[in-house]
């Protein structure tokens, strides 16, 4: 198995403009996760699924936020429109059954410049 | 809610020396706990979990956790350091409780190997 797949590895992008994070999960696996990393702030839960349906986005931190799952096998994360303050690192992750843990993806460095 | 607290954001070790990284969890349930390991630009891979069953756990590159009840306690160990094993590591925790299935991170350790 290839893993969890993300996509792109790294964004810089300017302020204002939409920015779109794409994850594949593993095969099999119901449940994703969107993760942001930032040295502020550490790994916060932004939103997760569970056989595609959002479960908990409680964790989203605005409107300009916004995540889909329009299939078992892929995942999108868009932020429209990015500011300097997103620059973070964004992880999507996968599990079959949460005794399982979770597969992290490589993640996406995102800078908003 | 649940939650965990790594004491000590740094820890410093020589090589061959013992790795020992502390983790304590806040939870009104039995607990699910995992170790995970990040490395420089990567994702966060898994050490090691707890369940249910043995309290002592083994995991991958030689390190092991003991869940104690008692102390609320899930360290991580690892016997000989070795200068591969420097990275962060992260403990966590979730609970079978509802439909709540995600995981909460501590803060992270960063472990630096000294030759």
């Known amino acids: 198995d290839a893993g969890v797949i993300q996509s792109p590895r790294h964004e810089v992008t300017e302020m204002g403009q939409e920015v779109t994070l794409r994850c594949k999960p593993i095969?099999?696996?119901?449940?994703l996760f969107w993760y942001r990393q930032t040295m502020m702030r550490g790994l916060e839960l932004l939103i997760y699924?569970?056989?595609?349906?959002?479960?908990?986005d409680s964790g989203m931190p605005e409107d300009r936020f916004s995540a889909k799952m329009p299939n078992a096998s892929f995942s999108t994360l868009k932020i429209q429109p990015s500011e300097p303050r997103d620059s973070a690192v964004y992880f999507c992750?996968?599990?079959?059954?949460?005794?399982?843990?979770?597969?992290f993806g490589s993640g996406t460095r995102l800078t908003v410049v | 809610a649940q939650s965990v607290t790594q004491l000590g954001s740094h820890v410093s070790v020589s090589e061959g020396a013992l790795v020992l990284l502390r983790c304590n969890y806040s939870?009104?349930?039995?607990?699910?706990l995992f170790w995970y390991v990040q490395y420089p630009n990567q994702g966060l891979q898994l050490l090691l979990k707890?369940?249910?069953?043995?309290?002592l756990v083994k995991g991958i590159n030689g390190f092991e956790a003991e869940f104690k009840k008692s102390e609320t306690s899930f360290h991580l160990t690892k016997p000989s350091a070795h200068m591969s094993d420097a990275a962060e590591y992260f403990c966590?925790?979730?609970?079978?409780?509802?439909?709540?299935?995600?995981?909460?991170f501590g803060s992270g350790t960063q472990l630096t190997v000294l030759p």
């Open positions: 966590a925790v979730t609970v079978l409780s509802g439909s709540a299935r995600q995981l909460t």
């Open positions: 095969s099999g696996h119901d449940y």
């Open positions: 707890y369940t249910t069953g043995a309290t």
């Open positions: 939870s009104s349930v039995p607990p699910y």
């Open positions: 992750a996968s599990t079959g059954g949460i005794g399982y843990g979770y597969t």
């Open positions: 699924f569970n056989n595609n349906v959002p479960i908990d």
